[in-house]
């Protein structure tokens, strides 16, 4: 699976939009990019992935550039229950073992 | 739907003991589910992946005889970390993989202390 480089931390000011950087310039034409956060002492959890095409759900947005060398992730209006350690993993989907390789990720904090 | 749980939340437990976690996916059904350890300030280590009805795949390093891996049924696997000792204190967390994309649904994780 390609590696991934994210910047080790961010803050964010409530209610403004958060937005999470993440360069894989080795991934493959068969790899998704996945964000997973964790919340401190507890599980992670699946935000969003995608392909090549820009994605949206309730959680957050991911747009992929046109080469899918990077991608970023928005938080549109990020709240104090954002604050947490974000992971962007790529991989590729019909892996039969599905395994997920976590980095170090972006700690983010989202400050009043 | 895609809810993970464990059990034990938290565990202590003396030097030498054996302890259980149990992974369970509560509102589907998981072929595969995977083991991951955490030391504080670090990111998720994979540990093993856990196939129903088969032996687990353990990543390299990590000794498949002190971490037992059952995984007896499609909502239900556990790891049994033997002859504990404090360096094996850790957050341990599963998670159980569904869907066309393998989406991954993680476990509250277990946090474990031997002394």
């Known amino acids: 699976d390609a590696k991934t480089t994210q910047p080790p931390s961010m803050d964010c000011a409530e209610g403004r939009a958060a937005n999470l950087p993440c360069n894989h310039s080795t991934i493959s034409g068969n790899e998704y990019v996945y964000w997973y956060r964790q919340i401190h002492s507890q599980g992670p959890q699946y935000i969003i992935h995608g392909l090549k095409n820009n994605e949206t759900n309730e959680m957050a947005s991911l747009i992929i550039t046109e080469d899918r060398k990077s991608s970023t992730l928005i938080l549109p209006h990020a709240t104090l229950r954002d604050t947490a350690v974000y992971y962007c993993?790529?991989?590729?989907?019909?892996?039969?073992?599905?395994?997920?390789?976590f980095g170090a990720g972006t700690q983010v904090v989202v400050t009043p | 739907g895609a809810v993970v749980s464990q059990h034990p939340s938290w565990v202590i437990c003396k030097s030498g003991t054996s302890v259980k976690i149990e992974c369970r996916s509560l509102?589907?059904?998981?072929?595969?589910m995977f083991w991951y350890r955490q030391f504080p300030k670090q990111s998720l280590m994979l540990m093993a992946t856990s196939n129903e009805g088969s032996k687990a795949t353990y990543e390299q390093g990590v000794e498949k005889d002190k971490f037992l891996i059952n995984h007896a049924s499609l909502t239900l696997s556990t790891l049994t970390v033997t002859s504990a000792h404090p360096e094996d204190s850790s957050f341990y967390i599963c998670s159980a993989r569904r869907g066309p994309y393998n989406e991954q649904f993680f476990g509250p994780g277990t946090r474990l202390t031997v002394l």
């Open positions: 509102d589907f059904q998981a072929t595969t």
């Open positions: 993993i790529v991989r590729v989907v019909s892996d039969s073992w599905g395994k997920l390789q």
